[in-house]
Nanobody, 117 residues
Framework: QVQLVESGGGSVQAGGSLRLSCAAS????????????MSWYRQAPGKEREFVSG???????RYADAVKGRFTISQDKAKNTVYLQMNSLKPEDTAMYYC???????WGQGTQVTVSS
């Protein structure tokens, strides 16, 4: 199985930046093949959980239209950690942000991001 632990959330004013981290631990041999294909999702109160960004084992990245040009996903494979650098934050970015193994469907507990105007 996989354990994912997000960190780095907090409260910022509009226009500010945060960097989220997701540290992955694989506790089985097969799980080691899950943790280098990672995604970030977010969910705001009253809304469905939505895809934010993803990165695969070849470092190919994807972004939701709402965050393109502002967010950057990266990963340090040696540390089994994926990052989401969030710049130019907007109030509509306020949500709980979750790390996910894209193909193996493990989820972290989430980290709260709050952006005030």
């Amino acid at each position: 199985q996989v354990q994912l632990v997000e960190s780095g959330g907090g409260s910022v004013q509009a226009g500010g930046s945060l960097r989220l981290s997701c540290a992955a631990s694989a506790f089985t041999y097969s799980a080691m093949f899950c943790i280098h294909d990672m995604s970030w999702y977010r969910q705001a109160p009253g809304k469905e959980r939505e895809f934010v960004s993803g990165i695969d084992s070849d470092s190919i990245t994807r972004y939701a239209d709402a965050v393109k040009g502002r967010f950057t996903i990266s990963q340090d494979k040696a540390k089994n950690t994926v990052y989401l650098q969030m710049n130019s934050l907007k109030p509509e970015d306020t949500a709980m942000y979750y790390c996910k193994t894209t193909r193996c469907t493990y989820w972290g507990q989430g980290t709260q991001v709050t952006v005030s105007s």
